[in-house]
T-cell receptor, first 114, second 112 residues
Framework: AQKVTQAQTEISVVEKEDVTLDCVYE???????LFWYKQPPSGELVFLIR??????QNEISGRYSWNFQKSTSSFNFTITASQVVDSAVYFCALSFPWGDKLIFGTGTRLQVFP | DTAVSQTPKYLVTQMGNDKSIKCEQNLGHDTMYWYKQDSKKFLKIMFSYNNKELIINETVPNRFSPKSPDKAHLNLHINSLELGDSAVYFC???????????FGQGTRLTVV
């Protein structure tokens, strides 16, 4: 089965707190890609990051960081010093070479309060 | 410069009507998609096209007919609209071997 699980339906934090969004994936393929997308209240889907299965190096981009661990099939996303503008639904997704589609998790709604 | 644009952004229509949503991308991508996002925010692939050829049809009712006149366009026509078709429809595009997809702004379809 190919599946993405985001167990956290909703997370609420206060500004400046750090928050981690969990993503667990299932696949028997050895080559695959993992993604995070952000959907702010305005509704568009914004690409954040793509990771391929051969690259387990963690990535940091400003306040955002991603922790990819093949041993636990997880691709977690951490926002450091959260801001109100980070409030959105965040989706983790899985795809495969020539797979022609993204398999999305159910999303995690993050609310950051001032 | 809008990379993936879809029109209209909002569409309200009565049951039984036929409607179309248009999508265009100016990224030079060879693969385009339609995704459906339901009221619980769940996103699921409907169709994907590569170089104007249908690659994926994910058990979508045949009332939905995509059409790709060229690599830069993928339109979605829906016949005999039903209440359950109410959703947000997203168009997306990518380079097939790169896999990361860029999405349009979405079309919120409401069937009354």
């Amino acid at each position: 089965a190919q599946k993405v699980t985001q167990a956290q339906t909703e997370i609420s934090v206060v500004e400046k707190e750090d928050v981690t969004l969990d993503c667990v994936y299932e696949t028997r393929d050895t080559t695959y890609y993992l993604f995070w997308y952000k959907q702010p209240p305005s509704g568009e889907l914004v690409f954040l990051i793509r990771r391929n299965s051969f690259d387990e190096q963690n990535e940091i981009s400003g306040r955002y960081s991603w922790n990819f661990q093949k041993s636990t099939s997880s691709f977690n996303f951490t926002i450091t010093a959260s801001q109100v503008v980070d409030s959105a639904v965040y989706f983790c997704a899985l795809s495969f070479p020539w797979g022609d589609k993204l398999i999305f998790g159910t999303g995690t709604r993050l609310q950051v309060f001032p | 410069d809008t990379a993936v644009s879809q029109t209209p952004k909002y569409l309200v229509t009565q049951m039984g009507n036929d409607k179309s949503i248009k999508c265009e991308q100016n990224l030079g991508h060879d693969t385009m998609y339609w995704y459906k996002q339901d009221s619980k925010k769940f996103l699921k692939i409907m169709f994907s096209y590569n170089n104007k050829e249908l690659i994926i049809n994910e058990t979508v009712p045949n009332r939905f007919s995509p059409k790709s006149p060229d690599k830069a366009h993928l339109n979605l026509h829906i016949n005999s609209l039903e209440l359950g078709d109410s959703a947000v429809y997203f168009c997306a595009s990518s380079l097939r071997d790169k896999e990361e997809a860029f999405f349009g702004q979405g079309t919120r379809l409401t069937v009354v």
